[in-house]
């Protein structure tokens, strides 16, 4: 490819915005059509948390519903894409390149934190996709760092979509639930300190985010949700162009930004 492909931050809200993609899902649809098509690509979703990156091979990754409680119509949604055995292999040797340990999981399926924003985006299918883990014990750092290490595959035709969400307190979802659907002040707020860094590539202020943010572990009182964020934009470099091209809230409490990352070289 003569430019690399861009990488993506995308929210998967709750497994219901399968059923109600709204604005965000029409923005994510929109943002996929006008991508150059990809060779295949690459998942990151906070729903897979191993202590090692790891990444799947299977051929045909099934649809994982990894939550209850719900209506039955989500438990019947099935996305069909294959894997991409030996893209998960350039994969693989891109991490080691980078001096990170790496392992493959063979049947690895795709989680709702995959398969729902890939469903808006990509509704055919037809884009064979390979999914990798997330290390949240390492907090910003490594993710920005497991990041880094997939750049070179950006130039190959591979498109990064890091999937989560800018805020993400499910406790807090419930008391808002209750109490007339009142978004707390804190959601937009550290919502708009990210969008800032972002845009003046701030890259100290947001891998030490959790001292520093405005409301930071009351957005994420775990972060495994804003880590795929550092996957992407390490994937696209700490000079690279941070475009919102969504902004807003779902189920009260959860900001819903999206992001693409262009590297700086990129046309």
């Given at each position: 490819?003569?430019?690399?492909m ?8 709750a497994p219901?915005?399968a059923l109600?993609?709204g604005?965000a899902?029409?923005a ?16 990151v ?11 799947g091979?299977a ?10 409680g ?6 019947r ?19 080691q ?15 709702h934190g995959?398969?729902?924003?890939l ?6 299918a ?12 390492g907090?910003?750092?490594?993710a920005?760092r497991?990041?880094?290490?997939l750049?070179t ?7 990064l ?13 419930f ?7 009142q ?10 300190w990210?969008?800032?860094r ?11 985010y959790?001292a520093i943010a405005?409301?930071a572990a009351?957005?994420?009182p775990t972060?495994?949700h804003l880590?795929?964020?550092y ?17 807003g809230i779902?189920?009260?409490?959860l ?13």
């Open positions: 490819m003569s430019n690399p861009p990488t993506l931050f995308v929210p998967h809200g219901t915005f109600r993609p604005a899902g029409a994510l649809a929109s943002c996929a059509k006008k991508l150059p098509a990809p060779r295949a690509i690459i998942i979703s906070p729903h897979w948390d191993t202590a090692v990156p790891t990444v091979s051929s045909q990754p099934e649809t994982v519903h990894d939550f209850g719900f209506a039955e119509e989500l438990y949604i099935q996305y069909p894409a294959t894997g991409c055995p030996e893209g998960a292999k350039e994969v693989m040797q891109a991490i390149q980078a001096g990170l340990p790496v392992e493959i999981a063979p049947k690895q399926g795709l989680d995959a398969w729902v924003p469903r808006l985006m990509f509704p055919e037809d884009v064979p996709v390979i999914p990798l883990s997330l290390q949240s014990r907090g910003p750092q490594q920005y497991l990041g880094q290490a750049a595959l950006t130039e190959k035709g591979f498109l979509i890091a999937s989560g969400n800018l805020t993400h307190n499910l406790q807090d979802y008391v808002a639930s209750r109490n007339d659907g978004t707390p002040t804190y959601v937009r707020d550290f919502a708009d990210i969008a800032d972002l845009e003046d590539q701030g890259l100290q202020d947001m891998l030490n959790r405005p409301s009351r957005a994420h972060d495994e880590l795929p964020l996957v992407a934009w390490g994937a696209a470099g700490a000079q690279a162009k941070a475009e919102r091209f969504y902004s779902d189920d009260y409490v900001a819903m930004d999206a992001y693409k990352f262009t590297p700086q070289h990129a046309a």
